[in-house]
């Protein structure tokens, strides 16, 4: 039903789908190639102001002379005026203090490795779950790309609220609420694009051909000319979706009807006695026949590809699939 109201936005929106999708999409290609490339330059600025002997910290100016303090001096370096610290910001010290032990940078440097290899490969599972790469439809592509950005931002926000830094408890829950939110629409998106994905091809049986006689699953008839032929019964019912291939008949010099029960046998009868009727009514009814020449030796896969009755040859056991 979702693939059917899918089909439906995207035969009635059109070309202005389109140009949103593309713009969307190439937002999103952008935002992912930035945040996959900055973590290691990040990493390696990092570094660099490491070896140089940069920290970061806080820096007092004193009220009398405006001169600027390092904030554990207990007086301003200039006029000798006593610099009083409130409790918020004795307490930062001290946790900026412990954070220069290199038990602690050890445990941040195992955590952020630990965070970029589950960020790493997250983004790429969603990337090939919304199939990012190569969308087959432009509402498709949209979805992606929504689901992508959301993913994004799912990320950063999240990282924001678990990280180490001088932020305050209000800004840290905030950016978890905002983090959650984007998880969920993430999580949506990955659900709307794995129920519309495209349907896999149905196999149906195989077809071979031995000798003067074509074999398919327990159906065996003679051939004079390499060729055969498949009846089948096709139900289309472009509404609610709804598809199906009934297999009827193997032909070749003689035909061999597929073995059906007596109720399914009493509404195919049924089915075909009344084409015109179930037509008006939405639903299409078809007798089909597809007839295939068959070269000796080579196995074909009869497929169900979710519209049509289609007759492949099977993939060589070394080969490429069909």
């Given at each position: 039903?979702?693939?059917?109201?899918?089909?439906?936005?995207?035969?009635?929106?059109?070309?202005?789908?389109?140009?949103?999708?593309?713009?969307?999409?190439?937002?999103?290609?952008?935002?992912l190639?930035?945040?996959?490339?900055?973590?290691?330059?990040?990493?390696?600025l990092?570094?660099?102001?490491?070896?140089?002997?940069a920290e970061?910290?806080?820096?007092?100016?004193?009220?009398?002379?405006?001169?600027?303090?390092l904030?554990?001096?207990?007086?301003?370096?200039?006029c000798?005026?006593?610099?009083?610290?409130p409790?918020?910001?004795?307490?930062?010290?001290?946790?900026?203090?412990?954070?220069?032990?290199?038990?602690?940078?050890?445990?941040?440097?195992?955590?952020?490795?630990?965070?970029?290899?589950?960020?790493?490969?997250?983004?790429?599972?969603?990337?090939?779950?919304?199939?990012?790469?190569?969308?087959?439809?432009?509402?498709?592509?949209l979805?992606?790309?929504?689901?992508?950005?959301?993913?994004?931002?799912?990320?950063?926000?999240?990282?924001?609220?678990?990280?180490?830094?001088?932020?305050?408890?209000?800004?840290?829950?905030?950016?978890?609420?905002?983090?959650?939110?984007?998880?969920?629409?993430?999580?949506?998106?990955?659900?709307?694009?794995?129920?519309?994905?495209?349907?896999?091809?149905?196999?149906i049986?195989?077809?071979?051909?031995?000798?003067?006689?074509?074999?398919?699953?327990?159906?065996?008839?003679?051939?004079?000319?390499?060729?055969?032929?498949?009846?089948?019964?096709?139900?289309?019912?472009?509404?609610?979706?709804?598809?199906?291939?009934?297999?009827?008949?193997?032909?070749?010099?003689?035909?061999?009807?597929?073995?059906?029960?007596?109720?399914?046998?009493?509404?195919?009868t049924?089915?075909?006695?009344?084409?015109?009727?179930?037509?008006?009514?939405?639903?299409?009814v078809?007798?089909?026949?597809?007839?295939?020449?068959?070269?000796?030796?080579?196995?074909?896969?009869?497929?169900?590809?979710g519209?049509?009755?289609?007759?492949?040859?099977?993939?060589?056991?070394?080969?490429?699939?069909?």
């Amino acid at each position: 039903m979702l693939r059917l109201l899918f089909d439906f936005l995207q035969s009635l929106l059109g070309s202005s789908l389109r140009t949103v999708a593309l713009w969307l999409y190439a937002c999103a290609a952008v935002a992912l190639l930035l945040a996959w490339a900055l973590p290691p330059v990040r990493l390696t600025l990092h570094r660099l102001r490491a070896r140089a002997g940069a920290e970061e910290g806080l820096f007092l100016r004193c009220p009398q002379c405006g001169n600027v303090n390092l904030p554990g001096d207990p007086q301003c370096l200039s006029c000798g005026r006593a610099l009083h610290l409130p409790l918020f910001l004795r307490i930062r010290l001290r946790f900026d203090a412990a954070k220069r032990h290199p038990w602690v940078r050890w445990a941040r440097l195992l955590a952020v490795t630990a965070g970029l290899v589950l960020f790493y490969g997250l983004t790429l599972t969603v990337v090939l779950a919304v199939d990012f790469a190569s969308p087959s439809s432009d509402l498709r592509r949209l979805v992606a790309a929504a689901t992508v950005l959301a993913m994004l931002a799912a990320t950063h926000l999240l990282r924001s609220a678990l990280s180490l830094d001088g932020r305050g408890i209000l800004p840290k829950l905030t950016h978890a609420f905002l983090g959650l939110s984007c998880l969920g629409f993430t999580l949506a998106g990955l659900v709307l694009s794995t129920a519309t994905a495209p349907a896999e091809p149905l196999l149906i049986g195989e077809l071979r051909l031995e000798g003067r006689m074509v074999r398919f699953n327990e159906l065996a008839v003679p051939v004079p000319d390499d060729s055969v032929t498949l009846e089948y019964l096709q139900l289309d019912h472009p509404v609610l979706g709804y598809h199906q291939i009934v297999l009827l008949a193997l032909s070749g010099a003689d035909r061999r009807e597929v073995v059906h029960g007596p109720f399914v046998r009493r509404v195919l009868t049924h089915l075909t006695r009344n084409t015109d009727w179930y037509d008006r009514r939405g639903l299409e009814v078809r007798l089909r026949a597809d007839r295939r020449r068959l070269v000796p030796g080579t196995t074909y896969r009869v497929l169900n590809t979710g519209h049509q009755l289609s007759i492949r040859p099977a993939p060589s056991p070394g080969g490429p699939a069909a």
